[in-house]
């Protein structure tokens, strides 16, 4: 059997038609930039994070760009962060001049510590910006309450959190920024780049409103210099359609990652991931800890399954970051994932078959 890591292909059989349709009807109509189309998209989304504003942006990472920006910290200000993510939640810190400082993570549900915050935050503080990781939310109640303690800002990186939830609030709504991408692997994902600014405040909003276009508030009159940052309107057809069909995929992703729990949950060399009591989860990456992990990796890779890691390498040991001078060992728990996690397939269409087949070749190497 051959079993992709991801493939959108059963989303194509089922409602490929419809994107096709959509995608002919913005042709025909010729608006490709800021139509009906995106107008609907943020208006729906609003809606389905009950966030008051939604604003459509080119990718995840200009999202966290913006919002950062938006925020008007003083240059060189200290933002707290996790070291176990995707690039773009330091990058973001960098890009606008501030500096980054890592705080490790807890072992079982992969994202930051709260515990651990407290004593990173000095007078050079200015905010906390914590990442809701492959499957549920950081414990925004409690990065919050230090927030509030601390006279600090929250920018949420929820990129990765489409429809999770909090003590039943969406990922994003409750920080004062929020972001979300639509990376086609996503949950919610585009046919190319795509994603969105959420926030509940009204002037952060409508600076990154014109932010993303170029700073100007009325069309060739430019307020101060922002940048070309704008969802498609194509991909916003596209994401519309998949709109309709996604809390229903959220289900059948739901039903995967019970399926592999069930079989994995004997072998003593997996950490299966804990869910917080606090947190709905939505399962976007399936990632498990385990023993002999790239020999693992190497050994489904031959019976044809894909896999991937997230992440190999932690935000402090990226070369680019040499100069913040941290080390190896600083941040264990971190470098602990980076070493043993391995994310399995997780994509809609997936049959009972196809992890019962994936979890028989993990069984098979762990008795060698
Ligand atoms: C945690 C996290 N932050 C930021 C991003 C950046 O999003 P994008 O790829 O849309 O730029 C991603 C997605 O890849 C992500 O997973």
Redesign the pocket.
Same mark, same amino acid.
């Given at each position: 059997m051959t079993i992709p890591f991801f493939t959108n292909k059963y989303q194509e059989e089922r409602y490929g038609d419809q994107i096709l349709e959509i995608i002919k009807a913005i042709c025909k109509k010729g608006v490709f930039i800021m139509g009906e189309e995106v107008k609907r998209f943020e208006q729906r989304m609003a809606a389905f994070t009950n966030c008051k504003h939604a604003i459509g942006v080119?990718? $995840?990472?200009? !999202?966290?760009f913006l919002a950062l920006d938006a925020m008007h910290l003083p240059e060189g200000s200290e933002i707290i962060t996790t070291p176990f993510?995707? *690039? !773009?939640?330091t990058s973001c810190i960098i890009r606008n001049n501030h500096i980054p400082v890592f705080v490790d993570i807890d072992e079982k549900t992969y994202n930051i510590d709260v515990n651990k915050i407290e004593t990173k935050i000095t007078k050079k503080t200015k905010a906390l910006l914590p +990442?809701?990781?492959f499957s549920q939310t950081a414990d925004i109640d409690g990065i919050n309450n230090l927030a509030k303690a601390h006279g600090l800002k929250v920018l949420e990186?929820? !990129?990765?959190a489409f429809g999770m939830k909090w003590n039943g609030r969406h990922a994003g709504c409750e920080s004062d920024i929020g +972001?979300l991408? *639509?990376?086609p692997?996503?949950t919610l994902g585009c046919y190319g780049? $795509? $994603?969105m600014v959420i926030s509940n405040n009204d002037s952060y909003a409508e600076e990154i409103r014109i932010t993303r276009v170029h700073g100007a508030s009325k069309k060739y009159h430019h307020t101060f210099v922002g940048i070309n940052s704008r969802l498609d309107e194509l991909q916003a057809g596209v994401l519309n359609i998949k709109l309709d069909h996604v809390e229903e995929e959220i289900k059948e992703r739901a039903k995967i990652i019970s399926l592999y729990c069930e079989q994995l949950k004997d072998i003593p060399t997996i950490a299966l991931p804990a869910v917080s009591p606090n947190a709905t989860p939505v399962w976007y990456v399936f990632s498990i800890q385990c023993d002999r992990r790239n020999e693992l990796e190497a050994q489904l890779k031959a019976n044809g399954i894909g896999t991937s890691v997230y992440y190999p390498r932690a935000m402090h040991e990226q070369p680019c970051f040499a100069w913040l001078g941290y080390k190896k060992g600083d941040f264990p728990i971190a470098e602990k994932l980076c070493e043993s996690s391995l994310a399995l397939p997780v994509f809609i269409g997936m049959t009972d078959e196809m992890i019962t087949y994936i979890c028989e070749k993990i069984r098979d190497f762990y008795k060698h």
């Open positions: 080119a990718n $995840g990472s200009d !999202a966290l993510t995707f *690039f !773009a939640s +990442v809701d990781l990186d929820s !990129a990765e +972001v991408s *639509f990376f692997t996503k780049d $795509g $994603g």
